[in-house]
């Protein structure tokens, strides 16, 4: 039996071709209008709705620590493997004014952080935990917390 396809009578070849081609230009301007104008309405709400990364203490203390480093100063952070991601968090909130050196509790050993220290000409620290690990303060201050993690939150100058 053949196909009711092949029956009747087929267009030729060129009208074929040229429809087709139209069809084509119909889907791809249907999809680019509907595309753009969904990306109209995304830029335009996300400046409005988008939830900032950090808390309202987070932004205390990266404004009293800001308030204490020079320009270009760097500053070390260090932190127990828990608060990982309150680490990434400070490394954003001071860049680019600041730049961030990032250190975990005894990884790695003192004198690489001693390097750290000489390489970046870091003066200060800022360290977290429960209780936070000590990078060699000359004296520090307890600038608040982490409440996710329960840790503590102190920031100094570092012994010469």
């Known amino acids: 039996m053949l196909s009711p396809f092949l029956l009747g009578k087929s267009a030729p070849p060129h009208a074929l071709r040229i429809g087709l081609r139209l069809a084509g230009a119909l ?5 680019l209008a509907a595309g753009l104008t969904a990306i109209a309405r995304d830029l335009a709400q996300a400046p409005r709705s988008a939830p900032s990364a950090f808390s309202a203490e987070d932004l205390r203390q990266f404004r009293y620590v800001r308030e204490r480093l020079a320009d270009g100063e760097a500053l070390l952070i260090l932190a127990t493997k828990v608060d990982r991601w309150h680490t990434c968090l400070w490394q954003r909130a001071l860049y680019p004014r600041n730049p961030a050196i990032v250190r ?3 990884t790695p050993a ?6 750290d220290l000489r390489r970046f000409r870091i003066r200060a620290a800022v360290a977290f935990g429960n ?8 004296a520090f201050e307890e600038i608040g917390g982490i409440p996710a993690s329960g840790s503590r939150v102190r920031f100094g100058p570092l012994s010469p």
């Open 131 to 138: 209780p936070p690990p000590d990078p060699g303060f000359r």
């Open 27 to 31: 889907v791809l301007a249907a999809s």
């Open 110 to 115: 003192s004198p690489q952080i001693e390097e």
């Open 104 to 106: 975990y509790k005894n």
